[in-house]
């Protein structure tokens, strides 16, 4: 069964050649590995040269947080795409996007690590330290919710259909960025139980929170070509995508003032 929503999840998440025709590469590094994340600089209105950096699903760099960071750049943010696995190390299949992400959630600190040196480039290319906001999808979105665990230096988080569970033998630090949570209310892929343990850290931790559910949404409820199947778990719905978009929009302006 577990092969089998890998297989589905492969099929429905991956997406077309990437267009990075607005974005500039960066080429930075880990000791000896080799990372090639993607900087977007805002247009227009520059809102207080904010910055917001993106971690990508489990397949890694791909075109719906390419399409994030365009998006976001059209609206005043300056972005970079965070490469968390490394140059050579994109996965090819289900089973080893499955596996490299799992290496990160159990060795938690790496990610930790590359998520750190995203937002270092990001900031480099211009983006206002002090005005800085962390988002993901799906395995992105846990790296988000995790760079509020460890207190970086952020304004913000924003999760996307994100995995919420943590180590239970992890001290709940308190936490000062802001956290929201976007979900689908139909999401098979979080219990009830794990999220009821989320809550409760954010409790614990004092963190300013939310975490809004969206109804009919499974998961990737944002990714376009998802399907629109939600008995198979993983499906696009454009209400819940376009209503959570706004939701973080809304979230933006609220705390980078």
Not at 42 to 64: E, R, S
Not at 173 to 199: N, R
């Amino acid at each position: 069964m577990k092969n089998k929503i890998i297989l589905i999840l492969f099929a429905l998440i991956t997406m077309p050649q990437l267009s990075f025709s607005q974005l500039k590469s960066v080429i930075y590094n880990d000791d000896s590995q080799k990372l090639a994340g993607f900087f977007g600089k805002a247009k227009g209105k520059i809102t207080n040269n904010a910055g917001v950096l993106i971690l990508p699903a489990w397949m890694g760099i791909d075109d719906h947080s390419i399409e994030s960071a365009t998006a976001l750049n059209a609206l005043g943010y300056h972005t970079f795409v965070a490469d968390i696995y490394g140059a050579g190390n994109k996965p090819n299949s289900p089973q080893e996007a499955g596996k490299i992400a799992g290496s990160y959630k159990k060795n938690i600190r790496n990610y930790h690590r590359r998520i750190q040196l995203a937002l270092d480039q990001l900031i480099e290319n211009g983006a206002n330290p002090e005005k800085i906001i962390v988002i993901g999808y799906c395995f992105g979105g846990t790296g988000a919710i995790e760079a509020a665990r460890i207190n970086m230096k952020i304004k913000g988080v924003v999760s996307f259909h994100g995995g919420l569970s943590r180590d239970a033998s992890r001290t709940i630090e308190p936490i000062t960025a802001k956290v929201l949570v976007l979900h689908g209310a139909d999401d098979p892929y979080e219990s009830e139980q794990e999220i009821k343990d989320f809550q409760n850290e954010m409790r614990t931790a004092k963190a300013d929170w939310q975490m809004n559910y969206y109804s009919n949404a499974v998961h990737a409820y944002t990714h376009k070509d998802a399907g629109s199947d939600n008995s198979k778990g993983v499906a696009y719905n454009k209400k819940a995508s376009e209503r959570s978009w706004k939701a973080m929009l809304s979230f933006f302006q609220e705390i980078l003032q």
